[in-house]
């Protein structure tokens, strides 16, 4: 599907196969000059016969085109590889592409992960997975335009200044049309789903990170919110209220679990309500399982730093308790 958002603006879906989301919202701006992709999709025939099909239909050669890039998760990124000609410049942000390239930091990463509780084989499963697509990337991670915070890019009459809002990944960036009050939010403020917050390692709150960006945004002269995923929307401000009531709520769920005693993440994360067709925790397939533990390892993190839960090492494992009260 394609659908005109402004003048020379267009939102194409992109389907994502097997995959809970369904489908990416990729944006396309044209100009005389360049034009402007905004997210690609996974890196497979679905996504690029899409992709391919769409971009014909807008009359939009990738010669002429550049990419912007929100976040580092391959439905968001994956395609570039195959979409980039010579001629293509790609806007991305700095710390994501240093994390992506950094062994030493995937390999603590991985050690994190492996404490968490997970099955090992769902955690070998998904280490490979995420090695794989890091050594994808490599094909077009030196060609990037380190974009910042405040950067403009400008594309035909649209001048977009860059906001980074780091907690859906580390360095997940926004742009924001002041003149024409649009946000392109990526993953960042979803409005019928609620994006994923997950945390691997001891050095990030990325939670804590996640609730200050949405207040950096939350009072935006905004008329119209393009997402990553599903519907465009309206209300900023309203659907961020949503969004932080809802992880206020996860946060005392995590505590009523820790109620019963000690547990691992990825025991917490068995016993957190998660919206999936599944019939039981051991029925999630090894992606959802991932998601859920990462997401469960950020409250409880969150929690942590707030003094309302402690931790403890057992057996290779973290385990969760509510603090002295």
């Known amino acids: 599907m394609i659908e005109e958002i402004a003048d020379s603006f267009f939102r194409m879906e992109i389907p994502l196969p097997k995959n809970p989301l369904r489908s990416l919202n990729s944006y396309v701006i044209k100009s005389k000059d360049r034009h402007l992709i905004i997210d690609t999709g996974f890196d497979l025939p679905e996504c690029f016969d899409a992709m391919k099909e769409g971009l014909k239909r807008l009359d939009v050669r990738l010669e002429e085109s550049d990419f912007f890039i929100t976040h580092l998760h391959s439905d968001h990124a994956g395609l570039v590889t195959r979409l980039i000609t010579d001629t293509s410049r790609v806007y991305f942000n700095q710390t994501e592409a240093e994390f992506l390239t950094n062994l030493n930091v995937q390999k603590e990463l991985n050690s994190f992960i492996q404490m968490s509780g997970l099955p090992v084989e769902v955690v070998d499963t998904m280490i490979k997975v995420r090695s794989g697509y890091r050594y994808d990337i490599g094909t077009w991670i030196g060609r990037v335009i380190f974009v910042k915070e405040g950067d403009t890019i400008r594309v035909g009459d649209y001048s977009f200044r860059a906001i980074v809002t780091p907690g859906h990944t580390m360095g997940h960036t926004c742009l924001y049309e002041a003149e024409k009050k649009i946000l392109i939010a990526g993953d960042h403020v979803l409005y019928d789903i609620t994006p994923n917050i997950t945390c691997w390692t001891d050095s990030e709150n990325r939670l804590k990170e996640y609730l200050l960006s949405l207040d950096k ?3 935006m002269d905004v008329d119209l919110i393009l997402p990553g995923h599903r519907s465009v929307f309206t209300d900023l401000k309203g659907r961020i209220e949503e969004l932080k009531e809802h992880h206020k709520q996860r946060a005392s769920d995590v505590e009523s679990i820790l109620e019963e ?12 309500k998660w919206e999936i067709k599944c019939d039981s925790w051991e029925s999630f397939p090894p992606a959802q399982k991932w998601f859920a533990t990462g997401e ?29 009260r």
């Open 217 to 219: 945004v939350k009072d």
């Open 261 to 272: 005693g000690a547990l691992n993440v990825a025991q917490v994360a068995s016993k957190m």
């Open 296 to 324: 469960a390892m950020a409250h409880l993190r969150y929690l942590e730093d707030e003094g309302r839960i402690t931790r403890e090492k057992s057996n290779g494992k973290r385990l969760y308790s509510l603090a002295d």
